[in-house]
DNA sequence: CCTAACGCTGAAATCGATTTCAGAAATCGA
DNA sequence: TCGATTTCTGAAATCGATTTCAGCGTTAGG
């Protein structure tokens, strides 16, 4: 009695077609209707038209996986991201499909959680099925996984990052010039006390890293290094960003400008800044990083860094395509990002007169 | 002159090694090493120990391809969504592929941007590529496209809906019951001059026209028909539930509740609410759908329904991971969705005594 | 009219892993 | 100790499409 109950019955019901149907009905040999789909040029025209009819008479499509051992190619891609839960990483990926998809690729997925363990496991899986080429996000990578990678032969591409380490090539911004530029125009907007809002809980997540590394160097360079306290340390949500700024005005009420890693953040930075009345951007500069469709519907608008996610996915599909075929492509592709000034940013009130401490500037 | 410049080596650099080269090494045949990997029960312990060795040693992998062919399992299953942009199908995205993953399944994903015709193209795609499964968003399809699948006899299942036609199996939730639950609420407080804000431009939004019938059948009920013009279509978008409010407001300036049919034109209406500096909710009522994390964070913090992504991404592929193994199926889950009061949502202020219009109650 | 060249088609080998079938080895009972 | 099971392993067939190689028929040139 232990038998399963018997209820769908396993296996395809109609024994699928195959190309040898194609050619018995055709009166040719599956030579010829493989010919007929694949060098279409070669077969005399009258025979080629008389197979293409049996072949959509019986609605015959080719096995992949046949084809695949065949040749050696799956024509499929696979893309790891570290969540898909944040549109910017969302974006990136459905561009990243549509591109392939026109070119009759087909994207596997997975998502790593930014977990490094899981990025190299869910690899291993997508190198087993063969795939044709690997999309990866951000720069910091196991050697583990670079080796995977090479001794796979597999192309690869890293994503939102300029560069990445161990002969990977990549497409994205320069994330720590961003917010370099980001820091000195609010320098420039006569702002001296800061504070940072960043969320680089995750070990894996270089790009926020070198953003706030960006914001860092902007400010040891006009002489105001940020004091370990300015720093806040966030996971990725909005309360985070709520609560990273309620610590960071606890520890430095006097804070006019403060730059977070993303617009989750700043946004949830608004939210609390609003709650504790203090206004933005009078008293307050809030700024963000990513630009996604709410930052500019803020009341006020936020002060973001623009990425071009689209473009982004877009790029790593058109290198892998062509690595893929043996054609010529870039080492690295630096897209340019978009300083977005809105109004969550506005020169500092009580102007506290930056006394100019006269820092050396020795360079 | 015409010769392509030859870069790079087309190919895998090692020509890959096989089952046969690990049976070699480990005095065996290849089936032994086969049956190691697949029914390690059946091998003599010592036996199987050797060739485990030698098959790390070597870093063999398995050549899905000719594995599929001969097993005609790929152990694939594909997705197609609307979008990616909408947290909500990113987060069942996700919890679909991590579960798939631990089955080990991969995950194909593609994305129809809300076009029928799109749908039907990925899916041939998905199936030539021989998935073993397939998971569908709503409740309109084509006919066309059903009986692709039922053709290609692979098993379906769609998410976000209670239930859809064509004997296609469901996971979602009952979107015309929440809405009209929500509505109910809306009456309760009082409420009886209404306006809907629904995203039902794109054809194929079942999931919006359902909501939005709720809403119109609730309020028929409590004999409060809702005119056209208390309707506005809307696309998904922040700034088309800013202009939608506006519109609305200037056809019904007496509207005291707003019901939309997704956070994001709900936070789009409150956006815009607040720079007509009407009060919410004091003045009027603003409602949602979804509840997305913005949605708490709010102020006030948004009514809304809460829909369960991840439970609906982790059913659908437990339901394909059975289906495909041939154990019985349930045929549809309804999941259950949430009404969660926030404070966007209160009683109307001057409370314009419903006038209990006395209305034949005939049922 | 005959040979050379060309264009097109079919038979068969091939890709790599799985699995059936049969046989070898080991175990057990008498 | 011998025959009967049981356990385990190897040889070979198989999955379906692609492609090489050879041969057929046709046309052009002499």
Same mark, same amino acid.
Not at 203 to 225: M, V
Not at 258 to 273: F, N, P, R, S, Y
């Given at each position: 009695?232990?038998?399963?109950?018997? !209820?769908?019955?396993?296996?395809?019901?109609?024994?699928?077609?195959?190309?040898?149907?194609?050619?018995?009905?055709? &009166?040719?040999?599956?030579?010829?209707?493989?010919?007929?789909?694949?060098?279409?040029?070669?077969?005399?025209?009258?025979?080629?038209? =008389?197979?293409?009819?049996?072949?959509?008479?019986?609605?015959?499509?080719?096995?992949?996986?046949?084809?695949?051992?065949?040749?050696?190619?799956?024509?499929?891609?696979?893309?790891?991201?570290?969540?898909?839960?944040?549109?910017?990483?969302?974006?990136?990926?459905?561009?990243?499909? &549509?591109?392939?998809?026109?070119?009759?690729?087909?994207?596997?997925?997975?998502?790593?959680?930014?977990?490094?363990?899981?990025?190299?496991?869910?690899?291993?899986?997508?190198?087993?099925?063969?795939?044709?080429? !690997?999309?990866?996000?951000?720069?910091?990578?196991?050697?583990?996984?670079?080796?995977?990678?090479?001794?796979?032969?597999?192309?690869?591409?890293?994503?939102?990052?300029?560069?990445?380490?161990?002969?990977?090539?990549?497409?994205?911004?320069?994330?720590? /010039?961003?917010?370099?530029?980001?820091?000195?125009?609010?320098?420039?907007?006569?702002?001296?006390?800061? $504070?940072?809002?960043?969320?680089?809980?995750?070990?894996? &997540?270089?790009? /926020?890293?070198?953003?706030?590394?960006? !914001?860092?160097?902007?400010?040891?360079?006009?002489?105001?290094?940020?004091?370990?306290?300015?720093?806040?340390?966030?996971?990725?949500?909005?309360?985070? $960003?709520?609560?990273?700024?309620?610590?960071?005005?606890?520890?430095?009420?006097?804070?006019?400008?403060?730059?977070?890693?993303?617009?989750?953040?700043?946004?949830?930075?608004?939210?609390?800044?609003?709650?504790?009345?203090?206004?933005?951007?009078?008293?307050?500069?809030?700024?963000?990083?990513?630009?996604?469709?709410?930052?500019?519907?803020?009341?006020?608008?936020?002060?973001?860094?623009?990425?071009?996610?689209?473009?982004?996915? =877009?790029?790593?599909?058109?290198?892998?395509?062509?690595?893929?075929? $043996?054609?010529?492509?870039?080492?690295?592709?630096?897209?340019?990002?978009?300083?977005?000034?809105? /109004?969550?940013?506005?020169?500092?009130? /009580?102007?506290?007169?930056?006394?100019? =401490?006269?820092?050396?500037?020795?360079?």
């Amino acid at each position: 009695m232990d038998k399963k109950p018997v !209820i769908a019955p396993k296996g395809r019901q109609q024994p699928r077609v195959k190309i040898e149907d194609v050619a018995r009905k055709a &009166n040719v040999s599956a030579a010829t209707v493989s010919r007929v789909l694949n060098h279409p040029d070669i077969v005399r025209p009258e025979l080629r038209d =008389r197979v293409m009819r049996h072949i959509n008479d019986l609605a015959y499509t080719r096995d992949s996986a046949a084809r695949a051992l065949k040749s050696g190619r799956m024509r499929t891609v696979g893309v790891i991201v570290p969540t898909l839960a944040l549109g910017i990483f969302a974006e990136g990926v459905e561009a990243l499909q &549509n591109r392939l998809s026109e070119s009759g690729y087909t994207l596997f997925i997975a998502n790593s959680q930014y977990d490094q363990r899981r990025e190299f496991q869910e690899l291993q899986s997508l190198i087993e099925r063969g795939i044709d080429g !690997i999309v990866l996000v951000g720069a910091s990578h196991g050697r583990e996984l670079r080796s995977l990678i090479e001794q796979a032969g597999v192309p690869v591409i890293t994503t939102y990052v300029a560069k990445a380490g161990g002969g990977i090539p990549a497409i994205g911004i320069d994330n720590e /010039s961003a917010t370099r530029e980001m820091t000195e125009y609010l320098l420039r907007l006569g702002h001296v006390r800061f $504070g940072a809002i960043a969320n680089v809980v995750a070990a894996s &997540n270089d790009r /926020s890293r070198a953003r706030l590394e960006g !914001i860092q160097r902007a400010l040891l360079d006009a002489g105001l290094p940020l004091k370990p306290t300015q720093i806040v340390k966030a996971d990725y949500s909005l309360v985070q $960003g709520r609560s990273a700024l309620r610590q960071l005005l606890t520890d430095h009420p006097d804070t006019t400008a403060v730059i977070c890693t993303t617009d989750t953040l700043a946004i949830g930075a608004m939210a609390e800044a609003r709650k504790m009345g203090l206004a933005v951007p009078a008293t307050l500069s809030i700024t963000g990083f990513d630009d996604v469709e709410l930052a500019a519907q803020m009341d006020p608008p936020l002060t973001t860094v623009s990425v071009p996610a689209a473009e982004i996915g =877009r790029g790593a599909a058109d290198y892998l395509i062509n690595a893929i075929a $043996g054609s010529p492509v870039p080492r690295s592709v630096v897209l340019p990002y978009r300083l977005v000034v809105r /109004s969550s940013s506005a020169p500092p009130r /009580s102007n506290a007169r930056p006394a100019r =401490r006269g820092r050396s500037r020795d360079h």
